[in-house]
């Protein structure tokens, strides 16, 4: 398998070069993958409509030269992996979508790797708000989120607040802050907001107003823990 084909010169660059390449080794293999529409461009994704699973299956690029493929179950990827092997890809593609367990499409592919965390959602599902915070805590584990650990403190840090970890966790831009609704948490945001700043700060933040600088990400998470209102339920 030659990655070395520069993206848009003949290789993976083109439109629906990536699935038809999947799609053929899937016929050689005698497995059957969902439908993919294509509209993802480089992309190929596959979705089985009924079980709401999904596998996003990304092609080489610049700085990595394998294929990178995402499980996700209901719009949280649950697992992922890295490999040059198509056939790898299409076994785990087919066994996820098929109704495949974590475990057992890792078996079939064990390329495909998740934490502890993904394999107890499987067993017993959690709330929609702890689930939230799982997944974004993961984040830390895949590229490009790995080359940044900053945000990832933060998040982790506001994790550990009993109080923060009932609402759910909004981030945009390395931004932090928390909403009391699932459903519209961008219209339903309560407290501050943290981010990291400049010379290893954090900023605590209204939208638009720096309040305070803090050197730690725990003091920043403690710094929005004490200016919450009194009496603050669990987002819903």
Same mark, same amino acid.
């Given at each position: ?6 993206l848009?010169e003949?290789?993976w ?6 699935? +038809? ?5 899937a016929?050689?293999?005698g497995?059957d993958?969902p439908e993919?529409?294509?509209k993802?461009?480089?992309?190929a ?11 996003m299956?990304y092609?080489?690029g610049e700085?990595?030269r =394998?294929?990178?493929?995402?499980? !996700?179950?209901n719009? =949280?990827?649950l697992a992922?992996?890295?490999t040059?092997?198509?056939a790898e890809?299409?076994?785990a ?5 098929g109704?495949?367990g974590?475990?057992e =499409? ?10 502890p965390?993904?394999l107890?959602?499987?067993? @017993?599902?959690f +709330?929609?708000v ?10 830390i584990?895949m590229?490009p ?5 900053r945000p ?8 550990a607040?009993?109080?923060?970890? !009932?609402l759910m966790p909004?981030n ?6 928390f ?8 219209k =339903?945001?309560?407290?501050y ?5 400049d010379?290893?700060?954090?900023g605590?933040?209204?939208p638009?107003e720096?309040?305070a600088?803090?050197e730690?990400p725990e003091?920043a ?5 004490a200016?919450?209102? @009194?009496?603050?339920?669990?987002a819903?």
């Open positions: 398998m030659n990655f070395g084909v520069r848009g003949g290789g660059g083109g439109d629906g070069a990536l699935r +038809a390449a999947l799609g053929r080794t016929e050689r293999l497995l993958l993919s529409d294509g993802w461009g480089r992309l994704e596959y979705v089985d409509a009924k079980s709401g699973r999904r596998v299956v092609p080489p700085e990595r =394998t294929l990178q493929v995402n499980l !996700q179950d719009g =949280t990827r992922s992996g890295w040059a092997d198509l890809v299409v076994r593609t087919a066994a996820w979508t109704g495949a974590l475990e =499409t890792r078996a079939r592919a064990p390329f495909i790797r998740f934490r965390w993904a107890v959602h499987e067993r @017993e599902p +709330a929609v702890e689930l939230a915070w799982r997944a974004k805590l993961d984040r584990h590229p989120y790995d080359r940044h650990p990832h403190a933060v998040l982790a840090s506001a994790y607040q009993p109080v923060l970890r !009932q909004v945009s831009h390395f931004n932090l802050w909403s009391t609704s699932v459903v519209e948490f961008w =339903t945001r309560v407290g907001g943290i981010c990291p700043c010379e290893g700060l954090y605590v933040r209204n638009g720096l309040v600088h803090t730690t003091e998470v403690a710094f929005v823990v200016a919450l209102p @009194e009496g603050l339920g669990p819903s």
